[in-house]
Structures are given as structure tokens and as C-alpha cells.
């Protein structure tokens, strides 16, 4: 079965400092793979998607960038973080049949 | 990229009770999903209805889907404490590989 590992579950960076956070996959190859962020109370916003090694699409201009080294391996990162980078961030992956979700970041910018 | 919007955006039931949810959306599908929430965690699919069925059951659950109105149900019976979370709805329409979800309806469940 697919599992999708996420971490860590909680961050506090202060504001100008760079992020990098980890998504792995198991059970499962060529995977498409999400990033979202839910602000508190809110929806999930679709930040970035890729379908294989390399291809990253953006789907909202932010100071964030992601990259997918390997097959299974999905980063989401800023080099200086704002105070609106706030929020919980999801990273996901698609075959057909919906989505398979990690557990989840919370990240607090102070 | 496709669209799902949920309604209400909050309710809250007594226990035992059964809850209904909404889903709208705007564009063809191939397919629908509903997901759970708690607090604080990931979402979890719960169930996927295609374009070409009308309902689905999964234990307490029961999905319908109109292809005709864009629009889909979830219906929680015989509800529990433990279904205390949001639910959110997401459509496929295979157009791209991008699935937008609504922001979700949080449903409480009252003792």
C-alpha cells in the first residue's frame, strides 16, 4: 500500500530564515505529487504539483519553490520566510483513485 | 483544474443524527471524492463516486452525485462524536493533473 511520510509535524522559524520541508513516498513509482497549504480555518490551496523527476508546476506566486530530486522525494522550500507563509502544509499524491495525504506541517513564521 | 464547493460551510448536529453535506462544482468530471478531516491532521479519502454513478454507500456513508446539477451529497448516518470533523469535496476531470478542493463544510457533533 502507499504511505507518504511528511515532516517534521511542527516548525517555528522566524521570519527571513530559509525552509526546507520533506515529502517521501513508499508502496508506489512515478507518483504525482502535491503541495498544499490550509491557513487556519481555511481550504487547501494547491502551491505546487509535479508529475515526475524534475517537472514542477507553480500554481501561485509566493516566495515558496519545490523541486523533486527523485522519483519519490518532493521539498518544498523558501530561502526567507515571510510571516504569511504561516499555515499547514500537505503533501499529497494522486494515482486515479484520490488522494493519499501526509500527516501534515505546521509552520508558525515569528 | 476543477472545482469543488461545499455547503454549509459549518453545522452541528446532536448525535445520532444524521448530517448531509453539499458539493457543487462548474465543469465535467470524471470523478468526485470526499475527504475527512480532524483537526490538525491530513484529510482522508473517504469515498469516490464516478461520473457515471449516481450513489454510493460505504458503511454510515452515502454519496450521490448529479452530473445534470454539478452537484454531489454526502450523507453522514447515525452520527457519532467521532465524525467531529471537515469535510471536504474534489473533483477530477482529468483535464490536468490538478484537483482544486472547496474549503470544506466542519461538522460537529453535539453529545
Given at each position: 500500500?502507499?504511505?507518504?511520510?511528511q515532516?517534521?509535524?511542527?516548525l517555528?522559524?522566524?521570519?527571513g530564515?530559509?525552509?526546507?520541508?520533506?515529502c517521501?513516498?513508499e508502496?508506489?513509482?512515478?507518483?504525482?505529487?502535491?503541495?498544499?497549504?490550509?491557513?487556519?480555518?481555511?481550504?487547501?490551496?494547491l502551491?505546487?504539483?509535479?508529475?515526475?523527476?524534475?517537472q514542477?508546476?507553480?500554481?501561485?506566486p509566493q516566495n515558496?519553490?519545490?523541486?523533486?530530486?527523485?522519483?519519490?522525494?518532493?521539498?518544498?522550500?523558501?530561502?526567507?520566510?515571510?510571516?504569511?507563509?504561516?499555515?499547514?502544509?500537505?503533501?499529497?499524491?494522486?494515482?486515479?483513485?484520490?488522494?493519499?495525504?501526509?500527516?501534515?506541517?505546521?509552520?508558525?513564521?515569528? | 483544474?476543477?472545482?469543488?464547493?461545499?455547503?454549509?460551510?459549518?453545522l452541528?448536529i446532536?448525535?445520532?443524527?444524521?448530517?448531509?453535506?453539499?458539493?457543487?462544482?462548474?465543469?465535467?468530471?470524471?470523478?468526485?471524492?470526499?475527504?475527512?478531516?480532524?483537526?490538525?491532521?491530513?484529510?482522508?479519502?473517504?469515498?469516490?463516486?464516478?461520473?457515471?454513478?449516481?450513489e454510493?454507500?460505504?458503511?454510515?456513508l452515502?454519496?450521490?452525485?448529479?452530473?445534470?446539477?454539478?452537484?454531489?451529497?454526502?450523507?453522514?448516518?447515525?452520527?457519532?462524536?467521532?465524525?467531529?470533523?471537515s469535510?471536504?469535496?474534489?473533483?477530477d476531470?482529468?483535464?490536468?493533473?490538478?484537483?482544486?478542493?472547496?474549503?470544506?463544510?466542519?461538522?460537529?457533533?453535539?453529545?
Amino acid at each position: 500500500s502507499q504511505t507518504i511520510h511528511q515532516w517534521p509535524a511542527t516548525l517555528v522559524q522566524p521570519v527571513g530564515s530559509p525552509l526546507s520541508l520533506e515529502c517521501t513516498v513508499e508502496g508506489t513509482s512515478n507518483p504525482n505529487l502535491y503541495w498544499y497549504r490550509q491557513a487556519a480555518g481555511r481550504g487547501l490551496q494547491l502551491l505546487f504539483y509535479s508529475v515526475g523527476i524534475g517537472q514542477i508546476s507553480s500554481e501561485v506566486p509566493q516566495n515558496l519553490s519545490a523541486s523533486r530530486p527523485q522519483d519519490r522525494q518532493f521539498i518544498l522550500s523558501s530561502k526567507k520566510l515571510l510571516l504569511s507563509d504561516s499555515g499547514f502544509y500537505l503533501c499529497a499524491l494522486y494515482q486515479g483513485y484520490g488522494y493519499t495525504f501526509g500527516s501534515g506541517t505546521r509552520l508558525t513564521v515569528v | 483544474s476543477q472545482q469543488g464547493e461545499e455547503d454549509p460551510q459549518a453545522l452541528s448536529i446532536q448525535e445520532g443524527e444524521n448530517a448531509t453535506m453539499n458539493c457543487s462544482y462548474k465543469t465535467s468530471i470524471n470523478n468526485l471524492q470526499w475527504y475527512r478531516q480532524n483537526s490538525g491532521r491530513g484529510l482522508v479519502h473517504l469515498i469516490l463516486i464516478r461520473s457515471n454513478e449516481r450513489e454510493k454507500h460505504s458503511g454510515r456513508l452515502r454519496v450521490t452525485l448529479d452530473t445534470s446539477k454539478k452537484s454531489s451529497s454526502l450523507l453522514i448516518t447515525a452520527s457519532r462524536a467521532a465524525d467531529t470533523a471537515s469535510y471536504f469535496c474534489a473533483t477530477d476531470g482529468n483535464r490536468d493533473d490538478k484537483i482544486i478542493f472547496g474549503k470544506g463544510t466542519r461538522l460537529h457533533i453535539l453529545p
